[in-house]
């Protein structure tokens, strides 16, 4: 099933892992091992050149995919999904405008306006053609919007009446920097994801975050996010800490 109905239906607790090397042995083991959804970090990582094998690598194993682009960059939320990505995750968001625009580039019209060419990996080359492709295309997609910077905050109760909006999807990082905060773990980083959180949850929109650890995923998820993510950097280094402390190389 797709990200998108998985959503639609209510489901919580996802958890879904980036990938910001261009490594289609990453994709697999995340599918392999049971993550929900991938998300290949075009904007942090390396990915951007890889991502139609990438695309391939995750549908090999079953696990919807969505690209992270560059911030304002619809040509990039454009040609993700022409390679057949489920969805796109969209960085750095401050205005309604900028939050609308980038909705509607992932939809073909009337909801948006994406081109259509038919001869693309998303319409199986011309096998998925006509009025069908357009309608199951625009209610497949999953267009998640970071909320991240200070305007996307100040702007969030707008932002979440759009039409499209699968979701919103809280980077820590940048909000801690956004708001002259130390980390992404301090008391007023954790009260502003949990005003965002309410306000989601008023509004009737999926939330969720980069967890970053397990246990921060753990205590979101009893406040029942939707969704949560980590990174492989971030599931790498502990495990390899761990490793050499208990097999010293020298
Ligand atoms: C952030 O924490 O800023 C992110 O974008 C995480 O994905
Ligand atoms: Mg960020």
Redesign the pocket.
Known sequence: MVLADRLRRGERGLRGI?VGAPSVDLVEMAGLGGADFVVLDAEHGTVWPAVPELLRAAEAVRVPALVRVLKGRTDMIWQALDFGAEGVLV?GIRSVDEARSALRAARYAPEGERGLAFSTRAATYGYDAGPEFLKKANRQVTVLL?V?TRQAVENLKDILKLPGLNGIFV?????SVAYGEES?QTERVVSLIEGIRQEAEQAGIPWGL?AGTAENHRSWRKKGSWYC?TGIANLFRPALEAWLEREPLS
């Open positions: 980036f960085p970071q991240e980077g820590p990082t940048d909000l992404r980069f993510a």
